[in-house]
């Protein structure tokens, strides 16, 4: 229809309406160009994704696997992820896989089943093994928010996060603190650990090991292990959890031992959601780069798809002093 309206050929018209943004002067001359898309604009045309993956062998989707959409960070990311695929050509579907390996594992099946030309995995294990399966299959694939082995991925630079509450710290004058140190399997917790207990350490302080314990990346973890750490003889003077609801849960704690946070004992988590700065006591924390993790993340695997070589990433992050550590914040 296009075609005989504009007295085109038909490769001409669908060379313009395929063509990405900036390859539209490869399809046709600029008049052209702009004379299609005019009229295709006039006329409400789309084109049929279906019939172009039938051309092209491409299904054009991408299949997004995270822990828990309702994580506010995971939700964020995935924002990012949906924007720029919409930018690349790309559609693209998110399943849940509550950081249980044989849902994992399942639905990771169930994505390759619906024909993606790519995955982004936001649930990478660190040691890798399930990934070494899924890169056997052939399938393409971009780990966000956290890294595993030499596969490519986006991230924040959680290490150098940790350090910068690490150097905070310390620069407050506390030198007995405890950390509530997320999942053992997943690099975010990991890092930040690492990141936090170094610059402890380079200056001449060794965080005991049981002031680092592990927990779920949640509210209710946080308040457990925050509990466990305050029933273990004298408090900590200050606090780090790997995350902002693992540290809203260590206030709860604080609050059920009948002491202040930012005044008896200073708290700090990861992330900056948007609930950090609203609480009664504002969180001071570490402002992870999560809407454009998620935009990177999907800018690799298109350019895995067409055929390059891609470097992972880490994001710079940003430290954000509120009450919480700071009264004077």
Known sequence: MLAEELGLHVSTVSRVLHAKPDESHRAASKATVERVRRLA?????????????????????????????????????????????????????????????????????????????GIIFGDAYADAEFLREVAARGVPFVLVSRHAGDYPSVTCDDYLGGRMVGEHLLGLGHRDVAVVAGEPYASTGIDRTAGFADAYAEAGIEIPGHRILHSRFDARGGHETTARILADGEPPSAI????????????????????????????????????????????????????????????????????????????RPELVVRASTDPRA
């Open 41 to 117: 604009d006039e006329l409400g045309y789309r084109p049929n994704p279906h019939a172009t993956s039938l051309r092209t062998q491409r299904s054009n989707l991408v299949g997004v696997l995270v822990p828990r959409l309702s994580d506010i960070v995971l939700a964020t990311i995935y924002e990012g992820i949906e924007e720029s695929a919409g930018e690349h050509g790309l559609s693209t579907f998110v399943t849940n896989t509550r950081d249980v390996p044989e849902v994992q594992r399942a639905r990771t099946d169930m994505v390759l089943a619906r024909r993606v030309d």
């Open 240 to 315: 780090f959890a790997v995350n902002d609801f693992a540290a809203i849960g260590a206030f709860g704690a604080v609050r059920d031992y009948g002491l202040r946070v930012g005044a008896d004992i200073a708290v700090a988590g990861f992330n900056d959601t948007p609930l950090a700065a609203e609480l009664p006591v504002p969180l001071t924390t570490v402002r992870s780069p999560m809407h454009e993790m998620g935009r990177r993340g999907i800018d690799l695997l298109a350019r895995l798809l067409q055929g390059e070589q891609v470097r992972s990433e880490r994001l």
